[in-house]
């Protein structure tokens, strides 16, 4: 059954635009509608991310004061076509610091493994995680049940992912969603840890079992990544990475 309340509605609370009879009213509603709760979760959590995350590059000092001083041209000195040079000169250099500085801000995350020739960044995973707190991106089959997640993967993936809910351990199962990485489909499954989503990107490897890596961090977010039984996975989120280490040990067990 669907809500009745407005995704209108919905964004003028989290705006703070409800006059205060309006306000208690919703909040009486968020008692009992899961899916109202789920999705001002996400809005709260994306526009949290969006204000943390830095998406932007500085080049290194030493850079700038290179390229600055061999731009420099004596007063009165230069030709026209020096000039013309010293542009074109700028340009090249330009383009190779936009070229040099996107090249170290995105790391690669790992190979996706011998079955794909594309690789997995950091980036790639943070966007896709930001991607999904989005209203009504977070779940394409919402459910604490784990009979009811895992089956839903089976005939849209050529795999089917382990999926277990851990609520007694601080980590309630919300649902599971396909998605993109490297170009191959995966299996997300989220978890929440208290007001937060953790995305666990799952795919099949044929490479051997790993511990669990030491945990990444960019833009405000923690990842880890670990391969067991025959599967890889990555959680990222904006919690802790004690909690991501945490979660990723109850997927070993």
């Given amino acids: 059954m669907s809500c009745d309340f407005s995704g209108t509605l919905l964004h003028a ?36 991310s969006l204000q943390r995350a830095q998406l932007y590059e500085t080049a290194p000092a030493e850079l700038r004061k290179k390229i600055r001083s061999e731009l420099k041209i004596s007063a009165g000195g230069a030709s026209s076509s020096k000039v013309a040079a010293w542009r074109w000169l700028a340009a090249a250099a330009a383009i190779l610091l936009v070229t040099g500085v996107a090249w170290f801000a995105v790391p690669h995350f ?12 950091s980036a790639e995973v943070i966007d896709a995680h930001i991607r999904s707190l989005q209203a009504g991106h977070l779940t394409d089959v919402a459910s604490t049940d784990q009979h009811t997640v895992k089956p839903w993967f089976d005939g849209k993936l050529d795999f089917i992912p382990p999926v277990s ?23 997300a499954l989220i978890y929440g ?11 099949p490897t044929k ?25 890889e996975f990555c959680a ?10 945490e979660l990723a040990r109850l997927f070993t067990q």
């Fill in 13 to 48: 609370y989290l705006d703070g635009e409800l006059d205060a009879v309006r306000a208690a009213e919703f909040e009486r509603h968020l008692e009992n509608c899961r899916e109202c709760t789920a999705t001002l979760g996400a809005a709260e959590s994306l526009r949290s």
């Fill in 110 to 121: 790992r190979s996706m493994g011998p079955e794909s020739a594309s690789s997995v960044t």
């Fill in 165 to 187: 809910d851990y609520m007694d351990e601080g980590f309630p199962l919300i649902g599971g969603r396909l998605d993109v990485l490297g170009e191959r489909n995966v299996a």
């Fill in 193 to 203: 840890r208290r007001k937060h989503f953790i995305n666990v990107f799952v795919w």
């Fill in 207 to 231: 490479e051997s079992d790993t511990p669990i890596h030491p945990p990444g961090s960019r833009q405000g977010y923690q990842w880890v990544h670990w391969r067991h039984k025959g599967m």
């Fill in 236 to 245: 990222i989120s904006d919690v802790s990475a004690q909690d991501l280490n």
